[in-house]
């Protein structure tokens, strides 16, 4: 095969210069075409271009891509653009029109023609305001200015992080009445541009570099009034998201109390100026002296009302008669105990004499039916040598040994005869 340098048994060759040298048989490379046109773009001048945004593509940060229509014609042209430039077109969105400054350029790997954007500005002031507008309801709908976002001012700050212009009055007013109030207030400050193309990502840094120091107490953006144009920088999209997302809180103090700005929605306090940033940031120190002192006044009263009423209890309960007479004490508890013993000892009589009576009656029942009340009256118990009661004289025989037991006594006897009860002579008989 045939290199695309060489001809049949010939090396390769050298491509022309110029492109009046070029031909069929030595023609320029499609990199070295891109090459020359890229070198001779390099030559034009910069220009502003105005147009309307067809596309535009800000996902990536720190760079913009863009196409821009003709107002009238069907014919586009590629901006796109980094740092500086994106931060600006970062506010735009389709359908804006805008004036493009830029310079254009070839992109050897497609070779295509591009402008790269290093300003951009919108076309008219009503327009402006309308797209102001628009990133308002943007931002409002992502919730960036919801109230439950928002967090409380310190009570007593330490330090605050100052954002504003150097030498700027807005700096002089925030300072000087924080101080008049507080006067051990201290300051960390970052001095930014407050308009122009810088203004937006140096109030980006400075809010993130603040918002990053443990020190910082509260931040306060301030600058003083001026036209709605020199504002528009503290309505840029990147400044209102990173004031939405600074965690320690942010107060703006942009202009005067009828401008307004998108960093206003998106601040945790509105101050009107700078100096009522500053009045507002900050407690006045006569005004804390004075709740001091009335907090003094109420705790000595209160003490001296409380010291009176236990001086009162006290004396109440010296007068007692607990302690008047300490006997007393246990006058009424013995009187309880005297009257429970009385009622005991005639319970125990009445119980006593109860079971005495009880014991009489079943002594004289035991008496009436005990064999020696038989034995008293006379008779006698008769028993056989073995110790048994003989109650049958038929069961005796002559000469059987008895034992008599008197009332008093024993004695012995012999059976000399027997005689049995007539009714067992009959059964006899019979």
Same mark, same amino acid.
């Given at each position: ?40 773009? *390099? ?5 502003? +271009? ?35 430039? @994106? ?26 023609? !591009? ?58 007013? +925030? ?81 005067? *109390? ?7 929605? $998106? &601040? ?8 009522? &940033?500053?009045?507002? +940031? ?7 002296? @004075?709740?001091? @002192? ?13 010291? &009176? ?14 302690? %008047? #007479?300490?006997? !007393? ?12 013993? #009385? ?6 009589? #009445? ?28 008779? @006698? ?9 003989? !109650?049958? $004289?038929?069961?005796? %025989? ?12 024993? &004695? ?15 059964? #006899?008989?019979?």
């Amino acid at each position: 095969m045939l290199n695309s340098d060489t001809t049949m048994g010939q090396g390769p060759q050298q491509e022309p210069a110029l492109s009046r040298d070029t031909t069929p048989d030595n023609p320029w490379s499609v990199a070295h075409l891109s090459q020359k046109w890229h070198q001779a773009v *390099e030559n034009w001048p910069a220009t502003w +271009v105005e147009g309307q945004i067809q596309e535009i593509n800000t996902r990536r940060a720190g760079s913009v891509y863009m196409t821009l229509r003709d107002n009238t014609e069907e014919v586009t042209v590629q901006v796109s653009g980094w740092r500086n430039f @994106a931060y600006q077109a970062a506010q735009f969105v389709q359908g804006d029109k805008v004036v493009v400054h830029g310079r254009p350029e070839i992109w050897m790997k497609r070779t295509s023609l !591009s402008l790269i954007g290093d300003d951009i500005r919108r076309v008219g002031k009503g327009d402006l305001r309308q797209q102001i507008e628009e990133l308002r309801k943007k931002l409002k709908g992502e919730g960036l200015f919801d109230e439950a976002n928002k967090v409380p001012l310190p009570e007593f700050p330490r330090r605050i992080g100052l954002i504003c212009a150097p030498q700027a009055r807005a700096e002089g007013d +925030v300072v000087t009445n924080a101080k008049l109030r507080w006067p051990t207030i201290e300051f960390t400050i970052e001095h930014v541009h407050v308009q122009g193309e810088h203004c937006p990502e140096e109030v980006i840094a400075a809010i993130r570099k603040l918002d990053a120091d443990p020190t910082i107490d509260v931040i306060i953006v301030a600058r003083g009034g001026g036209a709605f144009e020199d504002l528009i920088g503290f309505s840029d999209e990147g400044v209102v998201r990173a004031a939405a997302a600074c965690v320690t809180p942010l107060v703006s103090a942009i202009g005067h *109390e009828d401008d307004w700005t998108l960093i206003d929605l $998106a &601040a945790d306090m509105r101050a009107s100026t700078p100096t009522d &940033a500053a009045k507002r +940031v900050v407690p006045d120190v006569m005004e804390q002296l @004075a709740l001091v @002192a009335e907090a003094q006044r109420r705790i000595r009263e209160r003490l001296t009302y409380r010291l &009176a009423s236990e001086q009162q209890r006290i004396d109440a309960y010296k007068n007692r008669p607990s302690l %008047t #007479r300490p006997g !007393s004490i246990v006058e009424r508890p013995q009187l309880l105990v005297d009257d429970a013993v #009385r009622r005991l000892d005639v319970a125990v009589r #009445r119980l006593t004499d109860d079971a005495s009576f009880r014991i009489e009656k079943l002594h004289a029942s035991l008496t009436a039916l005990s064999p020696q009340a038989t034995l008293n009256r006379g008779y @006698a118990v008769v028993q056989d040598d073995q110790g048994h009661v003989v !109650s049958d $004289a038929a069961l005796l %025989t002559v000469g059987q040994k008895l034992i008599l037991t008197l009332h008093r006594g024993k &004695a012995s006897t012999t059976v000399d005869q027997t005689r049995p009860a007539p009714t067992e002579a009959k059964k #006899r008989q019979g």
